[in-house]
């Protein structure tokens, strides 16, 4: 059971870049959503799914983009890399009704 | 104003001894959920221990328990016999209201680091 699966664990990019963060689940969660965690500043939450076809919004989306076209996948898609945007990401999936979130290991992105 | 904060950026414990760390929240919900994770220095985050406002009980997970004060608006995690392996960073989660599209949003606090001394 591989649970909450990230990719790549590990990034580089330059400013302007685009790319996307890969996030699967092999638990039939219905909820899934990206985090960022930065220093000082705990894990603060970026975009969110109820279930395929369907996304919102987070505290902090901007300069990022999400879809679900499927149950298992939520890709996180940054556009235009900014500084600002260098964090360590998790993606994270839930049951309906238990709320405990499940965690992928991280991303770890540097936009230099 | 913080939903959720942690005061203690560092906490040390000695080996085999009790110690708590603290969270306090604040919503207006009557509807919320309290959760703590762990995290290790690999950098996953571990579930530990969940405490929802209409539960009656301090929720209990082997060595951790929740200390829930619901007057006061706090959820302090106690870990009893401390082990080496608790070394890590502590966070405190809330989740208010319940169903609908907030059971995948939780709010954290800026965590709390525990060094345990042998």
């Known amino acids: 059971n591989a649970g909450v699966t990230q990719t790549p664990k590990f990034q580089v990019l330059k400013t302007g870049q685009s790319m996307t963060l890969q996030c699967a689940q092999d638990?039939?969660?219905?909820?899934m959503s990206w985090y960022r965690q930065d220093p000082g500043m705990g894990l603060r939450l970026i975009h969110y799914?109820?279930?395929?076809?369907?996304?919102d919004q987070g505290e902090v989306p901007n300069g990022y983009n999400v879809s679900r076209s499927t149950t298992e996948d939520f890709p996180l898609r940054l556009l235009s890399a900014a500084p600002s945007q260098t964090s360590v990401y998790f993606c994270?999936?839930?049951?309906?009704?238990?709320?405990?979130?499940?965690f992928g290991e991280g991303s770890r992105l540097t936009v230099l | 104003a913080q939903k959720i904060t942690q005061t203690q950026p560092g906490m040390f414990v000695q080996e085999k001894e009790a110690v708590t760390l603290d969270c306090t929240y604040d919503?207006?919900?009557?509807?919320?959920?309290l959760f703590w994770y762990k995290q290790p220095s690999s950098g996953e985050m571990i579930f530990l221990i969940y405490?929802?406002?209409?539960?009656?009980q301090n929720a209990t997970e082997g060595r951790y328990s929740l200390n829930f004060q619901k007057a006061r608006k706090s959820a302090n995690l106690v870990i009893s016999a401390s082990q080496l392996g608790d070394s890590a960073m502590y966070f405190c989660?809330?989740?208010?209201?319940?169903?609908?599209?907030?059971?995948?949003?939780?709010?954290f606090g800026q965590g709390t680091i525990l060094t345990v001394h042998p």
């Open positions: 799914s109820v279930g395929a076809g369907i996304t």
């Open positions: 919503t207006s919900d009557p509807s919320y959920g």
């Open positions: 638990m039939n969660h219905e909820y």
């Open positions: 994270a999936s839930s049951r309906l009704f238990t709320g405990e979130l499940f």
């Open positions: 405490q929802g406002s209409y539960d009656q």
């Open positions: 989660a809330m989740r208010e209201g319940f169903g609908g599209t907030s059971y995948g949003k939780l709010t």
